[in-house]
């Protein structure tokens, strides 16, 4: 048996969804985090079940609006959608196909992408067509990985777009910076995986546009608005952190013979694994907690539980560990303040601050 | 953040317990705050679900959206929230102050201003969308409000606006009040939550703070301190009480939503009163007066605005306007942190860690002590001081003094830790200093080449004259009838 599908237990894998593609780039260096995704663990679960349940819940409201909003977009084959890239790209497009690739099975989905996609490439024409809920795969940390991205690929004579639908509100010319970026991101994603696509069938992978459209509500009102975001640094980003990510066969091969994170499912999926014994086995492979994991990451009250109990400085954040000149263990860091730990060799003169900051404290509160 | 406030944090989780990072309060406190906590719908950018507010910590008042779908209602609640917020930030042009300017017109001022308290700073960007969505309307035309609801919209964009400002107390958020005065045990991310922060720095009795906070995460305990309501909750409970207000708008019906929503702000509001009192508690610093004068005078010049039937706040800054405050925001953000430093050997504390301020003792001193000859022989007081903290200034640089008010001095000379000083300022006019003006052999002082020093506001065109490169003289803004008709769906 595959050693990733020993590692998930007999159930369906679960593809990257957007907030896995988020934590990827926020925090690339955590083995836990890559191992179970690579392997298609269902984290939410996995969490419940260890009895530290994501605090991300999604609200019925922010549902529907999501989903009221892109129905509109979207309504009449994207007849919306058409306008606001007209009048945004100043395109001379009158008509415009539409091409809905989740009308076939989900196990052709990938391979109708790549098919839809490869002809529109190939034969150049100037017909204008969507592509809405494609599949792409894209390999992350030698592994492939299925994304089921929310978006609408544009197509016009060869030349590609990604279009992203989000529900936040655009008040004036001006968004949520944390939402703008978030949606950056992921639309990075996106085109990455355009692009490999393209170039894996042997076309030119800069065909894909490096500026993606972004659809919000304007002002207060549901009507769309389109704006272009230029994504070439979060590219430059999401390649770099991916290039440089420990590859999975490497992960995989330090570890113990038989280490699952199996639930070991019942007939009705009812967990039967101790908690106590998936949380062992899950601290074979070592996290790499900070608090932005909190906002992107199933697990991450398992992790900062885990941090906790070992006092890692990463608790408190990067800045903080920085100020500490990088020691990791609370404990360490308060004694070279206190002086009763000896500072090791390149230690001096972050205890010699600790030290001061110690007695300047000291000094203004007693 | 600085290795000081690092290491508060690690004590802070090492005793269980949150850690004073400051000796004062750097903010002021109203004798009688409003505190306002605004809820939203879910999903919508500007969709207010319900609010509690008020200025007597015994008897809020509960405004209520109970279909937030629905633009009539809303409007209602920005009719709602009028009568309670206007009738506070009004009473307080009532009474003023002539102020007399050197070389101006005397002015009048506010004696005393409003203070709102909200939350969290998305309760801050919340109540910024709120002003944004209501002070374009109109009472007359296609779809009028009540004359209240544009009048709102201008007030909560003001202070939202003002939340800005460094060192401005007109709209304070608490989680970020606390957190300059409180190193907790948890990272700033997670300082966001209300309910966690106040576990740290005030837990219950016989519970630490960690365990507080960690209690404080449980929504079903502590529901959200907003404007984003717990996903749960929506779904379990709000979600099923507007769909029956859907199928019958009965009173009962509304009841029911309001219910509901109480359960939702209740302890928030408790926690808001907890946190003004806490604060309220530490002394305060001593230029946190001169900051809210500075308040009050920008609250006058606004309800004169206001009287004067001035336009709504436009849309967007233009050029020059622009320019201008954030040259402005820049200059309050680098006066605040001098005035607090001077204000707070803890906060001074941090520049003596980098070598820009240090303590000492005076070692010697030549109070009498000349430069020059004949008329242009002036006094110049010379002391020594003896620091243990790493000074890293260079000798020529003017430094001043929190002991000493006009105080200025110059280094002359850095050696094994040795500082002399010359005065150069604040020793009065006589041929011998004034008493007290040159700090004496065994006095502990303080100095530091942070100066709070008048700056000129920066040299910006009049708008009219905006260079082409910024798009040139901006048009007027003129409030229109489609600004007032604006779509709130």
Known sequence: MNRLDELRGPVPSRPHDARAIAALAANPGCARRALMDAAGVDKDRTARHLGFPAPFGQSQFAITRGNVFEALVKENGCAELLRLLRELLGLPVAQVGYQDVESVGSHLRHSHTRTLIDRAARENDDAAVFYDHPLFSLEIAGHTSYLEPDVVAFQLGGRFRIVEIKSFGVIDGQAEPEKVAAAARQAAVYVLALRTLLADLGHDPERVSHDVVLVCPENFANRPTATLVDVRKQLAVLKRQLARMTRVDRLLEGLPQGLTFDLAPDPDGVPTRSAEDLAGALSQVPARYAPDCLSTCDMCMFCRDEARGCGSTDLLGRQVRDQLGGVSLMTEALGLAEGTVEPAEGQEEVARLLRLADRLREECLN | MSALTALAQLRAIRDGAAQRITTVRHCHLAPRPMVFIPLRLAGETAAPLAAMVGTDPDHPRLLVVPQPRNRDLRFAFAAGLAEVLLPYVEGFGKTTETVEKKGGEPYERCLDAPQILVPNRSAAAFVALLGRSTRFRRADGPYPVHPSVPLLGRWLTYFADRSQQPGSSLLLVATEALSMHWATGQSG?????????????????????????????????????????????????????????????????????????????????????????????????????????????????????????????????????????????????????????????????????????????????????????????????????????????????????????????????????????????????????????????????????????????????DPERTPWTHGGPPEEYVPSDDDAQEEWS
Do not use: C
């Open chain 2, 189 to 461: 991310l997670e300082d966001a939550n209300l309910a966690a922060q106040l576990g740290w720095i005030a837990p219950p009795p016989g519970m630490s703070g960690r365990r507080a906070a960690e209690e404080a995460e449980d929504p079903l305990l502590w529901p959200p301190a907003g404007p984003t309501t717990d996903p749960g909750f929506d779904n379990e409970v709000l979600g099923p009480a507007v769909r029956a207000y859907e199928e019958a708008p009965t009173d009962r019906a509304v009841e029911r939503v309001t219910q509901a929503l109480r359960t939702q702000l209740e302890p928030t509001w408790r926690l808001m009163w907890r946190a003004a009192r806490l604060l309220r508690e530490l002394p305060e610093g001593r230029r946190v007066k001169d900051r809210w004068e500075t308040d009050r005078g920008s609250f006058t010049r606004f309800a004169e605005r206001i009287a004067e039937g001035g336009p709504p706040q436009a849309r967007r800054d233009g050029a020059v306007g622009a320019a201008a405050r954030l040259a402005g925001l820049e200059r309050a953000r680098a006066s605040y942190d001098v005035q607090r430093a001077y204000d707070d050997p803890l906060v001074m504390a941090e520049y003596r860690l980098t070598g820009e301020a240090f303590s000492g003792t005076v070692t010697g001193a030549d109070p009498e002590h000349t430069e020059g000859e004949g008329r242009s022989r002036k006094l110049r007081p010379l002391i020594t001081v003896r620091t243990e903290d790493p000074v890293r200034l260079t000798a020529g640089t003017t430094v001043g003094s929190p002991d000493r008010r006009g105080h200025a001095a110059e280094i002359v000379e850095i050696a094994d830790g040795e500082i002399t000083l010359k005065i150069t300022k604040g020793m009065g006019r006589g041929k011998t200093p004034a008493p007290g003006a040159v700090p004496e052999p065994g006095e502990r002082v303080s100095y530091t080449s942070l100066t709070d020093d008048f700056q000129s506001s920066a040299a910006l065109p």
